[in-house]
């Protein structure tokens, strides 16, 4: 069974801070994507990388997928309130339902 | 229509009654999903539609569970003889076809039994 942890389980920062995310697994995954879910709503895709090494740039969120395939992390620079949220990663081989993370729950506060 | 629709956005029901589920997907999207997530826990896999092929149960936890697909659009999970366990959020994702798509999803029944 594929897992993936994620860490930290929780983070509360000041507004205008820098943090890093992360999602680990023992199990190589041909793509892996991250998820946002406010309150009430169901997650939404921020971004799929399929490439070993890849890196995404969107806005003020950065994302790396590792070289062996087998992790990703997420950093936000200048953190805002807006970014408040779950942020869930999800990995998968191909053709399968995706396996996701439990989530880390980042509070920014104003 | 424009999203994945799901409903009710709520549901209480009480111990022992049966209860469906419904999830309107993104028209011409083959693949739909469902998944339950419990306060502090990720997204559990319950079952997987593809197009026309035998549907993926592997993750329904107990027979009291199960869903159906038809004419290749909405769906609808129906859960038996509810528990208090049961209670979740169910949510519902489609993709379009091809591998490796982003899921769209729903923004879920909140499932109460009391």
């Known amino acids: 069974t594929q897992l993936l942890e994620q860490s930290p389980q929780f983070l509360s920062i000041q507004e205008g801070e820098n943090l890093t995310v992360y999602c680990n697994s023992s199990?190589?995954?041909?793509?892996l994507q991250w998820y946002r879910q406010e309150p009430g709503e169901g997650p939404v895709l921020l971004v799929t990388?399929?490439?070993?090494?890849e890196v995404k740039k969107l806005k003020r969120l950065t994302f790396q997928f590792g070289d062996a395939r087998k992790d990703s992390s997420l950093h936000i620079t200048a953190a805002q309130p807006g970014d408040t949220g779950l942020y869930l990663c999800?990995?998968?081989?191909?053709?399968?339902?995706?396996?996701f993370g439990k989530g880390t729950r980042l509070s920014v506060i104003a | 229509g424009a999203g994945v629709s799901q409903s009710p956005s709520n549901k209480v029901t009480e111990k022992g009654k049966d209860v469906e589920l419904r999830c309107d997907p993104i028209?011409?999207?083959?693949?739909l999903y469902w998944y339950r997530q419990s306060l502090g826990q990720g997204l559990e896999f319950l079952i997987y539609?593809?197009?026309?092929?035998?549907?993926?149960k592997s993750g329904l936890p107990s027979d009291r569970f199960s869903a159906e697909r038809t004419g290749g659009s909405v769906s609808t999970l129906t859960i038996q003889r509810t528990q208090q366990e049961d209670s979740a959020v169910y949510l519902c994702?489609?993709?379009?076809?091809?591998?490796?798509?982003?899921?769209?999803f729903g923004s879920g029944t909140r499932l109460t039994v009391v």
């Open positions: 994702a489609s993709t379009p076809p091809g591998t490796g798509r982003g899921y769209t």
């Open positions: 199990s190589v995954f041909s793509s």
């Open positions: 990388v399929v490439t070993g090494g």
């Open positions: 999800a990995g998968g081989p191909g053709n399968t339902p995706l396996v």
């Open positions: 028209s011409g999207h083959t693949a």
């Open positions: 539609f593809q197009g026309n092929s035998a549907p993926d």
